[in-house]
């Protein structure tokens, strides 16, 4: 009967070292907010929403919550800056202002953080239509597919025909 080689040493040492640590303790709720906020901004609602599991006492949450605020650590009003900074290169504002709203962001907030965003609606939707298409639709249905991306990304319908109405003009550079 054949017999198995001895364990090396180095897989005995290791078994031993694994034996003698102690497992980490579970990260307090604080902590866990915290690295969640350091990887990126959330808002107040959808921080509460990935934090709170069956586990986790609500009010406890909300004690953090409201001291992590207090601490400006967590804004609504950094959250909606830093997503309109970010994706207003890309979308429009009704698209915008709709992941703010799903995000539990109040209408006062958002609308002030996607202000600057609204004054310069068309030439955005200008600019991501030229990234996109870059050449006026030669029928009607690449324009009603261009129609459609532009609606799809955010922008609203006078927007959008002023979009293709300046992409079918000869320069494209008239007001």
Known sequence: MPT??????????QAVADARRKPRPAPSLKGRA????ARREYSRA?????LLTPDVDAPALDAVLDDLEAKRLLSDRRYAE????SKGGRYGV??????LSQQGVDPEVAAAALEPLRNNER??????WRRRFGEPPKDL????????FLLARGFDGA?????????????????
């Open 159 to 175: 927007t959008v025909s002023w979009v293709l109405k300046r992409a079918g003009s000869a320069d494209g550079d008239e007001a």
């Open 34 to 37: 915290l690295r969640c906020l």
């Open 94 to 99: 009704s698209s915008l202002s709709r992941t």
């Open 4 to 13: 198995e080689p001895a364990a090396s040493s180095g897989s005995r040492l």
């Open 82 to 85: 830093v997503l309109a900074q």
């Open 141 to 148: 249905k690449e324009r009603a597919r261009q129609h459609r």
């Open 123 to 128: 030439e955005r939707a200008l600019e991501i």
């Open 46 to 50: 959808e921080l509460r929403r990935k």
